[in-house]
């Protein structure tokens, strides 16, 4: 999988966040990715935390300059992947997909599947406000339905054992 979506996906920056990344930036020893305000929407700086894949695909890298994404005839990082972009979906058969979307894709499953919360995930989008972040995350009927299940089975167990210790 190309490095762009790698990183996209597993952490959910921005595009331009990606593309302007600089090695410096890049804490391998307590594993994150530094945002600086100068690349954050936000104009304030973050750190995005790097899990294996990110950390791995980053370490093998070969460094040629000091971004990640460098554009050598240009000399200084990539700015635009569109066309690479929609010809890597286009081979895939993957219709309607803006690289935005990944961002979407990162949240969503960070807390639908990963069970992480809405204020942290804000944190990691770099988001000001939970409003902004509750757009980016999308929940299935089926999802919702997992997520009463489990409640249903937490409070199943612990009725149990507080009934038990009554009993006793």
Not at 30 to 36: A, F, M, P, S
Not at 41 to 57: A, F
Request: with cysteine; glycine share 4%; hydrophobic share 40%.
């Amino acid at each position: 999988m190309p490095l762009f979506l790698v990183i996209a996906l597993n952490t959910g920056m921005r595009k331009m966040e990606i593309l302007s990344l600089k090695w410096e930036n890049v804490n391998f020893k307590k594993r994150y990715i530094e945002v600086t305000r100068e690349i954050a929407k936000s104009k304030k700086s973050r750190k995005v935390p790097m899990n294996d894949i990110v950390y791995k695909e980053l370490k093998n890298i070969e460094r040629k300059s000091q971004y990640v994404f460098y554009n050598p005839k240009k000399k200084t990082h990539i700015k635009n992947i569109k066309t690479a972009f929609w010809r890597a979906c286009s081979e895939a058969g993957i219709e309607n997909l803006r690289v935005h979307d990944l961002r979407h894709t990162a949240a969503s499953f960070l807390v639908n599947e990963c069970g992480i919360s809405v204020p942290a995930v804000a944190e990691i989008l770099g988001h000001s406000n939970i409003e902004m972040t509750m757009q980016y995350v999308h929940q299935t009927d089926e999802q919702k339905q997992k997520g009463v299940d489990r409640l249903g089975e937490i409070f199943n167990t612990a009725w149990k054992k507080s009934r038990h210790k009554v009993d006793m």
